[in-house]
């Protein structure tokens, strides 16, 4: 019973991974709100964790899929939380972001250019969307993710 709650879990996050990913897709195709490399690698979070879900989903080897998701929700936090630095420190940006090109020459990037090429700056001011910023709504669904995984893990 536990272990079907937990898949059941595992299908409903990569559900709204997916639409955290058409969501970001809708700010960058119809508001024009370009991506940062930090916005960009927090895609390729978020579809780890779908990734991970989704495996976890198939197969019997949900503590361990719910383990890899944490680590990938840990990262995304992180990826947020420098991203949300950058933001409130606007003189450390040079004009250009070293990580921009490093990004945009991976296989992905170049195979699936709208999705994972970045083409703004990480310390550009976004609009607030229901009162938070993008990189705010990625750390709160990355923490509220991480914590259903460490439920997951406690429970089996």
């Known amino acids: 019973m536990i272990m079907m709650r937990s898949r059941h879990f595992f299908i409903a996050i990569s559900f709204l991974c997916i639409a955290c990913i058409l969501f970001a897709l809708y700010l960058q195709l119809v508001w024009r709100v370009l991506p940062c490399p930090m916005c960009v690698?927090?895609?390729?979070?978020?579809?780890?964790?779908?990734?991970?879900?989704?495996?976890?989903?198939?197969t019997k080897k949900v503590r361990f899929m719910a383990f890899l998701a944490f680590i990938?929700?840990?990262?995304?936090?992180?990826l947020a939380f420098?991203?949300?630095w950058v933001i409130s420190h606007p003189d450390i940006q040079c004009g250009r972001d070293p990580l921009e090109q490093a990004?945009?020459?991976?296989?992905?990037a170049k195979a699936m250019p709208v999705l994972f090429r970045s083409e703004s700056l990480c310390g550009d001011f976004l609009e607030p969307i229901i009162g938070l910023t993008p990189p705010q709504w990625s750390?709160?669904?990355?923490f509220i993710f991480a914590?259903?995984?460490v439920r997951i893990m406690r429970r089996g």
């Open 82 to 84: 420098y991203q949300l």
């Open 147 to 149: 914590v259903v995984f």
């Open 139 to 142: 750390l709160i669904w990355f």
């Open 41 to 58: 690698l927090q895609r390729y979070a978020f579809i780890g964790v779908a990734v991970c879900c989704i495996t976890g989903f198939l």
């Open 103 to 108: 990004i945009n020459n991976l296989w992905t």
């Open 72 to 78: 990938v929700s840990l990262i995304g936090m992180g």
